[in-house]
C-alpha cells in the first residue's frame, strides 16, 4: 500500500511558477514510476509528467515540456512538479500517481494503482 498526499497548488499569475509536492509513504516507493496528472473541469484526466524508480528517466508531456521539471527523493520519498511559465490552459486539479513498474513510464491513467487526493492549480490571465 502506498500512500500519497499531495501540496502545493495555489493561485499564480500567467507566467509565474509553483511547485507541486506529492509526500509517499508506504511500501517500496522507490521502485515505483510515479506520474504527475491533471484533470482541467469538465475533462478527462491527463498525463502531465512521468518518472521512473530511480529517477534517471522522465517523460513529459507536450504541453508541459520545456516548462515543467518532474524530479524525485528517493531518501525523503517525495515526488516534485516544478511548473514555470504557467499559462491559463494548465489550470486544473494536480494529481500524482504511482504505478506498480519500477521503469517504464506510462501515460495512461489508468495503469497507476495509487492516487492522491489531488490540489488544485489555478492560473489567472
Known amino acids: 500500500q502506498v500512500q500519497l498526499v499531495e501540496s502545493g497548488g495555489g493561485l499564480v499569475q500567467a507566467g509565474g511558477s509553483l511547485r507541486l509536492s506529492c509526500a509517499a509513504s508506504g511500501r517500496t516507493f522507490d521502485r515505483s514510476v510515479m506520474g504527475w496528472f491533471r484533470q482541467p473541469l469538465g475533462k478527462e484526466r491527463e498525463f502531465v509528467a512521468g518518472?521512473?524508480?530511480?529517477?534517471?528517466?522522465?517523460l513529459y508531456a507536450d504541453s508541459a515540456k520545456g516548462r515543467f521539471t518532474i524530479s524525485r527523493d528517493n531518501v525523503k520519498n517525495i515526488v516534485f512538479l516544478q511548473m514555470n511559465s504557467l499559462k491559463s490552459e494548465d489550470t486544473a486539479v494536480y494529481y500524482c500517481?504511482?504505478?506498480?513498474?519500477?521503469?517504464?513510464?506510462?501515460?495512461?491513467?489508468?495503469?497507476?494503482?495509487?492516487w492522491g487526493q489531488g490540489t488544485q492549480v489555478t492560473v489567472s490571465s
Open positions: 500517481a504511482a504505478d506498480s513498474n519500477q521503469s517504464v513510464i506510462r501515460r495512461t491513467p489508468q495503469v497507476y494503482i495509487y
Open positions: 518518472i521512473s524508480g530511480s529517477g534517471g528517466r522522465t
